[in-house]
Protein backbone atom coordinates (compact mmCIF):
# COMPACT_ATOMS: atom_id res chain seq x y z
CA UNK A 1 0.00 0.00 0.00
CA UNK A 2 2.22 2.25 1.29
CA UNK A 3 4.83 1.58 -2.10
CA UNK A 4 1.77 2.52 -4.46
CA UNK A 5 1.20 5.64 -2.82
CA UNK A 6 4.48 7.06 -3.25
CA UNK A 7 4.54 6.12 -6.76
CA UNK A 8 1.52 8.40 -7.15
CA UNK A 9 2.58 10.91 -5.34
CA UNK A 10 6.56 10.96 -7.29
CA UNK A 11 4.18 10.97 -10.20
CA UNK A 12 2.82 14.21 -9.55
CA UNK A 13 5.72 15.84 -8.58
CA UNK A 14 7.16 16.38 -11.32
CA UNK A 15 5.23 19.12 -11.81
CA UNK A 16 6.48 22.74 -11.15
CA UNK A 17 5.06 24.43 -7.95
CA UNK A 18 3.56 26.76 -10.88
CA UNK A 19 1.57 23.82 -13.07
CA UNK A 20 0.82 23.02 -9.57
CA UNK A 21 -1.56 25.96 -8.93
CA UNK A 22 -2.46 26.46 -12.84
CA UNK A 23 -4.07 22.67 -12.17
CA UNK A 24 -5.56 23.71 -8.87
CA UNK A 25 -7.13 26.54 -10.15
CA UNK A 26 -8.51 24.57 -12.91
CA UNK A 27 -10.02 22.14 -10.48
CA UNK A 28 -11.28 24.92 -8.35
CA UNK A 29 -12.79 26.81 -11.06
CA UNK A 30 -14.28 23.88 -12.99
CA UNK A 31 -15.83 22.08 -9.47
CA UNK A 32 -17.04 26.06 -8.42
CA UNK A 33 -19.09 26.34 -12.08
CA UNK A 34 -20.18 22.53 -11.84
CA UNK A 35 -21.85 23.37 -8.36
CA UNK A 36 -23.44 26.04 -9.66
CA UNK A 37 -24.91 24.44 -12.68
CA UNK A 38 -26.33 21.89 -10.74
CA UNK A 39 -27.54 24.41 -8.44
CA UNK A 40 -29.22 26.36 -11.26
CA UNK A 41 -30.60 22.67 -12.49
CA UNK A 42 -32.37 21.65 -9.14
CA UNK A 43 -34.00 24.71 -8.74
CA UNK A 44 -35.28 24.94 -12.37
CA UNK A 45 -36.17 21.25 -11.89
CA UNK A 46 -38.04 22.16 -9.02
CA UNK A 47 -39.82 25.39 -10.29
CA UNK A 48 -41.05 22.66 -12.95
CA UNK A 49 -42.73 20.39 -10.50
CA UNK A 50 -46.48 20.23 -10.45
CA UNK A 51 -47.64 22.57 -7.57
CA UNK A 52 -50.33 22.26 -4.68
CA UNK A 53 -51.82 25.79 -4.32
CA UNK A 54 -48.69 27.64 -5.42
CA UNK A 55 -46.27 25.88 -3.97
CA UNK A 56 -43.89 23.07 -5.32
CA UNK A 57 -44.58 19.64 -5.05
CA UNK A 58 -41.24 19.26 -3.11
CA UNK A 59 -41.81 21.71 -0.37
CA UNK A 60 -45.06 20.47 0.31
CA UNK A 61 -43.67 17.00 0.95
CA UNK A 62 -41.68 18.33 3.85
CA UNK A 63 -44.02 19.54 5.00
CA UNK A 64 -46.36 16.45 5.63
CA UNK A 65 -42.96 14.75 6.82
CA UNK A 66 -43.00 17.61 9.38
CA UNK A 67 -46.70 17.42 10.07
CA UNK A 68 -46.64 13.66 10.51
CA UNK A 69 -43.53 14.55 13.03
CA UNK A 70 -45.58 17.00 14.95
CA UNK A 71 -48.96 15.80 14.98
CA UNK A 72 -46.82 12.29 16.97
CA UNK A 73 -45.41 14.24 18.80
CA UNK A 74 -46.68 17.82 20.10
CA UNK A 75 -50.87 17.27 20.04
CA UNK A 76 -51.76 15.01 23.39
CA UNK A 77 -48.90 15.28 25.34
CA UNK A 78 -48.06 18.82 26.54
CA UNK A 79 -50.64 21.37 28.26
CA UNK A 80 -50.72 25.10 26.86
CA UNK A 81 -49.77 26.94 29.84
CA UNK A 82 -52.80 28.74 31.41
CA UNK A 83 -53.37 32.38 32.98
CA UNK A 84 -55.41 33.91 35.97
CA UNK A 85 -58.38 34.98 34.85
CA UNK A 86 -57.59 38.64 35.90
CA UNK A 87 -55.40 38.49 33.03
CA UNK A 88 -57.76 38.00 30.52
CA UNK A 89 -58.74 40.94 28.21
CA UNK A 90 -62.18 41.96 27.81
CA UNK A 91 -62.03 43.67 24.54
CA UNK A 92 -61.60 40.03 22.28
CA UNK A 93 -60.80 40.85 18.76
CA UNK A 94 -62.75 39.27 16.08
CA UNK A 95 -61.29 37.65 13.30
CA UNK A 96 -62.38 35.39 10.73
CA UNK A 97 -65.88 35.64 10.28
CA UNK A 98 -66.47 32.72 7.70
CA UNK A 99 -69.58 31.08 7.86
CA UNK A 100 -70.89 33.80 10.45
CA UNK A 101 -73.95 35.51 8.08
CA UNK A 102 -76.69 37.82 9.01
CA UNK A 103 -79.22 34.97 8.14
CA UNK A 104 -78.59 32.32 10.73
CA UNK A 105 -81.13 31.57 13.06
CA UNK A 106 -79.95 30.84 16.52
CA UNK A 107 -83.72 29.71 17.71
CA UNK A 108 -83.31 26.56 14.89
CA UNK A 109 -79.61 25.64 15.98
CA UNK A 110 -78.87 22.64 16.76
CA UNK A 111 -75.65 20.56 16.51
CA UNK A 112 -75.79 17.61 14.03
CA UNK A 113 -73.36 15.02 15.30
CA UNK A 114 -73.56 12.70 12.60
CA UNK A 115 -72.11 8.96 14.25
CA UNK A 116 -69.78 5.81 12.57
CA UNK A 117 -72.96 4.08 11.40
CA UNK A 118 -74.24 7.45 9.66
CA UNK A 119 -77.38 7.96 11.24
CA UNK A 120 -77.33 11.86 13.33
CA UNK A 121 -78.17 13.44 16.52
CA UNK A 122 -79.46 16.75 17.11
CA UNK A 123 -78.39 18.10 20.15
CA UNK A 124 -79.58 21.24 21.88
CA UNK A 125 -77.74 24.03 23.78
CA UNK A 126 -79.65 22.91 26.96
CA UNK A 127 -78.42 19.70 26.97
CA UNK A 128 -74.75 20.37 26.37
CA UNK A 129 -74.63 23.12 29.29
CA UNK A 130 -75.91 20.32 31.38
CA UNK A 131 -72.50 18.82 31.24
CA UNK A 132 -69.44 19.55 33.53
CA UNK A 133 -68.25 23.06 32.66
CA UNK A 134 -64.67 23.99 32.62
CA UNK A 135 -63.00 27.37 32.24
CA UNK A 136 -59.74 28.14 30.46
CA UNK A 137 -57.64 31.10 30.44
CA UNK A 138 -54.99 31.10 27.75
CA UNK A 139 -52.77 32.86 24.94
CA UNK A 140 -54.93 32.44 21.69
CA UNK A 141 -52.67 32.80 18.88
CA UNK A 142 -53.25 33.96 15.46
CA UNK A 143 -51.35 32.35 12.66
CA UNK A 144 -51.01 35.93 11.33
CA UNK A 145 -49.38 36.98 14.23
CA UNK A 146 -51.16 38.44 16.85
CA UNK A 147 -51.88 36.83 19.98
CA UNK A 148 -54.66 37.38 23.34
CA UNK A 149 -55.13 36.35 27.11
CA UNK A 150 -58.64 35.13 26.92
CA UNK A 151 -61.57 33.22 28.86
CA UNK A 152 -63.76 30.50 27.27
CA UNK A 153 -65.85 28.02 29.53
CA UNK A 154 -67.28 25.34 27.84
CA UNK A 155 -67.50 21.40 28.07
CA UNK A 156 -64.28 19.20 27.68
CA UNK A 157 -64.70 17.90 24.10
CA UNK A 158 -63.61 14.18 25.92
CA UNK A 159 -66.50 14.72 28.21
CA UNK A 160 -68.62 15.29 25.93
CA UNK A 161 -68.08 12.33 23.91
CA UNK A 162 -68.80 10.26 26.84
CA UNK A 163 -71.88 11.57 27.57
CA UNK A 164 -73.52 11.28 24.53
CA UNK A 165 -72.39 7.37 23.60
CA UNK A 166 -69.45 8.32 21.01
CA UNK A 167 -67.30 5.76 22.18
CA UNK A 168 -66.38 3.75 19.24
CA UNK A 169 -66.26 7.42 17.22
CA UNK A 170 -63.09 8.56 19.68
CA UNK A 171 -61.82 5.36 17.94
CA UNK A 172 -61.24 7.26 14.31
CA UNK A 173 -58.62 9.32 13.58
CA UNK A 174 -60.34 12.39 12.91
CA UNK A 175 -63.29 14.94 13.87
CA UNK A 176 -64.43 17.16 11.30
CA UNK A 177 -65.99 20.01 12.25
CA UNK A 178 -68.22 23.01 9.91
CA UNK A 179 -70.54 25.99 10.15
CA UNK A 180 -74.58 25.50 9.60
CA UNK A 181 -73.68 27.62 6.01
CA UNK A 182 -70.38 25.30 5.76
CA UNK A 183 -68.52 28.63 4.72
CA UNK A 184 -65.62 27.13 7.40
CA UNK A 185 -64.31 23.88 8.02
CA UNK A 186 -61.87 22.63 9.68
CA UNK A 187 -60.26 18.87 10.45
CA UNK A 188 -59.08 17.89 13.88
CA UNK A 189 -57.06 14.83 14.75
CA UNK A 190 -58.42 13.33 17.29
CA UNK A 191 -55.75 12.89 20.21
CA UNK A 192 -55.96 16.81 19.55
CA UNK A 193 -59.52 17.01 20.03
CA UNK A 194 -59.86 14.65 23.31
CA UNK A 195 -56.84 16.68 25.19
CA UNK A 196 -57.57 17.54 28.62
CA UNK A 197 -58.19 21.73 27.28
CA UNK A 198 -59.85 21.49 24.49
CA UNK A 199 -63.40 22.75 24.76
CA UNK A 200 -66.67 22.87 23.40
CA UNK A 201 -67.39 26.58 24.45
CA UNK A 202 -70.67 28.33 24.84
CA UNK A 203 -69.35 31.06 27.26
CA UNK A 204 -66.28 34.02 27.02
CA UNK A 205 -65.57 36.12 30.34
CA UNK A 206 -68.40 34.42 32.04
CA UNK A 207 -71.00 35.19 29.68
CA UNK A 208 -72.58 33.98 27.02
CA UNK A 209 -70.23 33.46 23.79
CA UNK A 210 -71.44 36.89 21.47
CA UNK A 211 -72.52 36.26 17.88
CA UNK A 212 -69.43 37.47 16.72
CA UNK A 213 -67.35 34.57 18.90
CA UNK A 214 -69.04 31.91 17.12
CA UNK A 215 -73.03 31.75 19.29
CA UNK A 216 -73.95 29.44 20.16
CA UNK A 217 -70.61 27.17 20.19
CA UNK A 218 -67.48 27.06 19.06
CA UNK A 219 -64.28 24.99 19.38
CA UNK A 220 -61.35 26.46 21.91
CA UNK A 221 -58.33 24.02 21.24
CA UNK A 222 -54.94 25.97 23.11
CA UNK A 223 -52.68 23.62 21.86
CA UNK A 224 -53.85 24.75 17.88
CA UNK A 225 -53.61 27.93 16.35
CA UNK A 226 -56.36 30.30 15.96
CA UNK A 227 -57.51 28.84 12.75
CA UNK A 228 -58.51 25.34 14.02
CA UNK A 229 -61.06 27.18 16.71
CA UNK A 230 -64.21 27.12 14.49
CA UNK A 231 -66.71 29.54 15.62
CA UNK A 232 -70.42 28.42 15.26
CA UNK A 233 -70.17 24.80 14.79
CA UNK A 234 -73.03 23.78 12.74
CA UNK A 235 -71.89 19.93 12.15
CA UNK A 236 -69.62 17.29 13.79
CA UNK A 237 -68.37 14.18 11.83
CA UNK A 238 -65.54 11.26 12.20
CA UNK A 239 -63.56 9.58 9.80
CA UNK A 240 -60.32 8.10 9.29
CA UNK A 241 -59.30 9.85 6.63
CA UNK A 242 -58.61 13.81 6.40
CA UNK A 243 -61.70 15.55 6.84
CA UNK A 244 -61.26 18.83 4.52
CA UNK A 245 -59.98 21.96 6.46
CA UNK A 246 -60.14 25.70 5.06
CA UNK A 247 -57.29 27.06 5.32
CA UNK A 248 -55.05 24.01 4.65
CA UNK A 249 -56.97 23.56 1.32
CA UNK A 250 -56.96 26.97 0.49
CA UNK A 251 -53.50 28.11 1.43
CA UNK A 252 -51.43 25.05 2.20
CA UNK A 253 -51.48 25.89 6.10
CA UNK A 254 -50.05 23.01 7.78
CA UNK A 255 -52.83 20.54 8.24
CA UNK A 256 -52.27 20.19 11.92
CA UNK A 257 -51.45 24.06 13.31
CA UNK A 258 -49.86 22.37 16.22
CA UNK A 259 -48.17 24.53 18.40
N1 LIG B 1 -66.52 30.17 11.60
C1 LIG B 1 -65.26 30.65 11.61
N2 LIG B 1 -64.40 30.27 12.58
C2 LIG B 1 -63.14 30.75 12.58
C3 LIG B 1 -62.68 31.64 11.61
C4 LIG B 1 -63.60 32.02 10.58
O1 LIG B 1 -63.30 32.80 9.67
N3 LIG B 1 -64.89 31.52 10.63
N4 LIG B 1 -61.39 32.11 11.63
C5 LIG B 1 -60.41 31.36 12.43
C6 LIG B 1 -59.20 32.13 12.70
S1 LIG B 1 -58.06 32.27 11.45
C7 LIG B 1 -58.91 32.63 13.94
S2 LIG B 1 -57.44 33.36 14.30
C8 LIG B 1 -59.90 32.57 15.01
C9 LIG B 1 -60.21 33.96 15.51
O2 LIG B 1 -61.17 33.92 16.51
P1 LIG B 1 -61.82 35.26 16.99
O3 LIG B 1 -62.57 35.84 15.82
O4 LIG B 1 -62.67 34.87 18.12
O5 LIG B 1 -60.70 36.18 17.38
O6 LIG B 1 -61.12 31.98 14.61
C10 LIG B 1 -60.99 30.89 13.74
N5 LIG B 1 -62.31 30.34 13.58
MO1 LIG C 1 -56.11 33.13 12.42
Given amino acids: MAGKRSI ?3 KSSGLSTEELIRKRTFWSFFIFFALAAAGFGAWTLLQR ?6 VPKPFTAVMRFNESIFSKTLSDKHLAKEYPVSEAVSNVRVNGDLGMNDQFDPSHWVLNVVRKQGDTLHITLDQIKKLPKTDIVFNFKCIEGWSQITHWGGVKFSTFMRAFGL ?25 SALHPQTLLCYEMNGVALPMNQGYPLRLIIPVKYGVKNIKRI ?26
Fill in 167 to 191: NDETGLKYVGLSTPDKEYYVGIDMP
Fill in 49 to 54: QPSLNG
Fill in 8 to 10: LFS
Fill in 234 to 259: GTMQFSDSRPPDYWSDKKGYDYFSGL
